[in-house]
């Protein structure tokens, strides 16, 4: 299929590459163009300008926030009006994704469907993708999903609710990370090892990737480098924020742990991990 | 095995009878004798005391609370000067746990071991056993543990350290309940249902027996009748706030649920499941 | 003097008035203009545009929100290059507030002078004011805050200050109605009527307006109609949220008040004054 | 009028000594017998067992804990049927309170009177007094309570609401503390000095004792020694704490300050003040 892919990060560039091994005819944009360099060299058209991305059937964008996202499309050269399916895999916030698909309507149209997963998992193409919008054009950009996840969730026809599973999602990881840094403090100032905590947990009810991943993380104090740094991660526990506001909803827990991201922030700087929340914790128990 | 089991509630009795069936000779004895019935019936002998269940190789107790725990071992007719070593599965304070650990010294010993599961894993043998105490102590109780598991930790000589990590599992549960509870409010609110979120998660990185279970539980409303109570729950947790206060550990997320317990008994009333936490988060949305 | 005064809600008509009564020569200006009628039947001239309104020695705004005070600055016949010195009354952001303070450098200046008080004390020109600017610019406008004012505080020459400084009274305020609100719940539960508590309260510790004031209304469950809704309260404290970000500052009691004003007003509905947590919190113990 | 006095720490010394300036016959109690010297030194006689004491009108304790007050009321040679009036001024729990007033029924009967002052306003017999019980009684010990204090409030016949209102009054203390350490963290990592805040704040709705006396402990960082210590604070909101989940309360600011309690003695020691919880908010914003 022609498609565009705008915005060549490391997980954008890493799907596009994907989408190019799996035999689609691929056009990359990105701001700073060097790092479209790869692509090239790999087959990508270079294209001019995001609407120049956009003359496919299927233009799909992977962009750091809100502020990307609504350049590319209402910017100088935008998208809004190619002829490409726009399918949105950043995470934005639920107001913009609400404003993009009233904006694509009557339009070519436009699909909601952001990612699970590292870096690492985008390279593998082993993301997960949950994808909302008009059954035609989810069946539509179908193959291209398929080309860069494991797996696709389809969770119905507002793409916004794409947008809200996945701060969901990253909510409950921040969740769980701050509940394995409350239990792991306490083991260890009652004289219990992490990592002992940390194979009870996993050996009973907790054998989830999100207890395995982030708990090692913890037990072993692999803050740096970050996989994902807390700046981003207290940018996407802010649009959760929004959310709660938008809809009014009590979420104390939201609470606990954007306080400790700033206060990760604030005591080891903008290079830590998400997961140095617990150093946080541990901190405040006088361990730190 | 010549062995004595104490506390016959539907935990006590399932274990009990899974020692019976794996050949050992057990005596057995509840405050309300009749609670014994079933088990004489089964083989096992009734025994007239505390102490006369302990006169055996190992006597186990599994009890409602501190209180009943204390009055078995240092109660008339308790088991503190029996020839048995007291293996105690009761989820108790660390202050407890360590004054027992204490008490029995130079006794025939002690060995805490807590165990994670609902009554119906108790009932198929499937309970998980964290245990903790002298090696030879361990050793002597294993095929008994077995019996009663499918897994037992052993995680150290000091006995309360598998009560710490017992407390630590509860509140790991309760924080996961809450950050369901949490997401799936803001995200029916936002008009994604319940199920669906679930079905994301469970299906990426939070696939552990926790969500799974809690999160049916919380999809469905099933709080009533309670596997595991709101009051048992609230004083799980009141065990692991005392336990923080020993040890001077800031736990915010254990104070949430704790409050949300709080809010679930005050509005439920007692007889509703500790998952009932659910209720009071969609109550603080207004869409109780 | 001759004064520009923009923006003519009930605390803005209230300042002009006085402003009026002290005998300057005050030109008005409102979006909708027929609010400006009873200020130019009291002897003000009608501005045709924010712009006219400047035609004078300073003008004063208060205004809403951050929109608002943008569109009479930089919007259409905007006042940014009046010759007025611009004296900003309206609680707005931290960064606003800085964007002001850059956009007026080279201009005719800029000063911030957010108010304590509510309508009936801005009637009797019984405001408290807080004023950041240079020390010129606010010599020149101080005859024009005594007259609106019972007091007014200078706190430096960084104008935004001052919008922090508001900014924290308001949390302060909401920080008090929780700690009120918790705690007549309480005393409610064990026995204690709200006033008994109250009048030990102030009568002890805590004789200032802001138990005083907050507390009767708690007692007396005076929540409509509102003195300030629960959804201007919460716009506040999102202000508060976003200068903690900013600064990475931890809030864990700003994050209390945040969820229980959303709990409020999905529960209570968008007329309930802000003082309405309490309702929040009653509800949570069950009694609501 | 001859009465009995139990506990002379501090507070208890500075009461009795009060007691008889205004020419009341006093007999002392102490645990450890040598803080009643000075006492006997000035007139009063030393008693040989709390029992002994308690040969009067009336018996006042004023003590550390419930510990001591189940020790001195119950234990060998305690004062339960002794032919005084029992008159506690301890901060103790509401369970123990309502124990006390059950157990003293039928006897010389039982006044809760918890006090709210500082060791200088004892001296200076500016206390402010807390009083329940039967009318009776309360008239009986008047002239005592008036002789300590400025002020008694009598708040009904239950005792143990005197109790409530006293713990509610502690917790309101630390919320102000709280508030005041969130905003001047906030104000000053802003650019506005501490002392800047508190003057607008003290000047305008906050000009009640508890923000005057905290605010300049706050902006002035003196945490010791302490007039009150965080141990001692986190006994008292502890007491709250079993009292929120006895009537099943959610208290999230309790929660709050229990936690920053914590943080405080873990990181400083258990000689700060609990005015020290400002000491773990700014180290939780990174300027600690």
């Given at each position: 299929?022609?498609v565009?892919?705008?915005?060549?990060?490391?997980?954008?560039?890493?799907?596009?590459?994907?989408?190019?091994?799996?035999?689609?005819?691929?056009a990359?944009?990105?701001?700073?163009?060097?790092k479209?360099?790869?692509?090239?060299?790999?087959?990508?058209?270079?294209a001019?300008?995001?609407?120049d991305?956009?003359?496919?059937?299927?233009?799909m964008?992977?962009l750091?926030d809100?502020?990307a996202?609504?350049a590319?499309?209402?910017g100088a050269?935008?998208?809004?009006?190619?002829?490409a399916l726009?399918?949105?895999?950043?995470t934005?916030?639920?107001?913009?994704a609400?404003?993009l698909?009233?904006?694509?309507?009557?339009r070519a149209?436009?699909?909601?469907?952001?990612v699970?997963?590292?870096p690492?998992?985008?390279?593998?193409?082993k993301l997960?993708?949950?994808a909302a919008?008009a059954?035609?054009?989810?069946d539509?950009?179908?193959?291209?999903?398929?080309?860069?996840?494991?797996r696709?969730?389809?969770?119905?026809?507002?793409?916004?609710?794409?947008?809200?599973v996945?701060?969901?999602?990253?909510?409950?990881i921040?969740?769980?990370?701050?509940?394995?840094?409350?239990?792991?403090t306490?083991?260890?100032?009652?004289?219990v090892?992490?990592?002992?905590l940390?194979?009870?947990?996993?050996?009973?009810l907790?054998?989830?990737?999100?207890?395995?991943?982030?708990?090692?993380?913890?037990?072993?104090?692999?803050f740096?480098?970050?996989?994902?740094s807390?700046p981003?991660?207290?940018?996407?526990?802010?649009l959760?924020?929004?959310?709660?506001?938008?809809?009014?909803?009590?979420?104390p827990?939201?609470?606990?742990?954007?306080d400790?991201?700033?206060?990760?922030?604030a005591?080891e700087?903008?290079?830590?991990?998400?997961?140095?929340?617990a150093l946080?914790?541990?901190?405040?128990?006088?361990?730190?």
């Open positions: 299929m022609k565009g892919f705008i915005g060549l990060g490391r997980m954008g560039a890493a799907m596009a590459t994907n989408l190019l091994k799996a035999g689609h005819e691929v990359v944009w990105n701001r700073s163009p060097d479209a360099d790869a692509l090239v060299q790999a087959g990508a058209r270079r001019a300008s995001p609407r991305a956009a003359e496919a059937a299927v233009v964008s992977m750091a809100d502020a996202v609504e590319v499309v209402h050269d935008g998208i809004l009006d190619a002829p726009h399918v949105s895999h950043s934005i916030s639920i107001a913009l609400e404003r698909a009233a904006d694509h309507a009557g149209g436009y699909v909601s469907a952001p699970f997963g590292r690492a998992a985008a390279e593998a193409g997960f993708v949950v919008g059954t035609d054009h989810l539509r950009c179908a193959p291209l999903l398929d080309a860069v996840s494991q696709v969730f389809r969770i119905g026809e507002t793409p916004s609710a794409a947008n809200l996945k701060l969901s999602g990253n909510f409950m921040m969740s769980a990370v701050e509940a394995l840094a409350e239990a792991m306490l083991a260890e100032k009652g004289g090892a992490r990592e002992t940390l194979a009870v947990l996993t050996g009973t907790f054998g989830a990737p999100v207890y395995q991943t982030y708990g090692e993380i913890l037990a072993q104090d692999r740096r480098p970050a996989g994902f807390a981003l991660g207290l940018k996407d526990m802010n959760v924020d929004a959310a709660a506001t938008a809809s009014q909803v009590p979420m827990l939201l609470g606990v742990v954007r400790h991201l700033r206060a990760a922030i005591q700087g903008e290079d830590i991990d998400w997961a140095g929340v946080a914790v541990r901190r405040g128990a006088g361990i730190g």
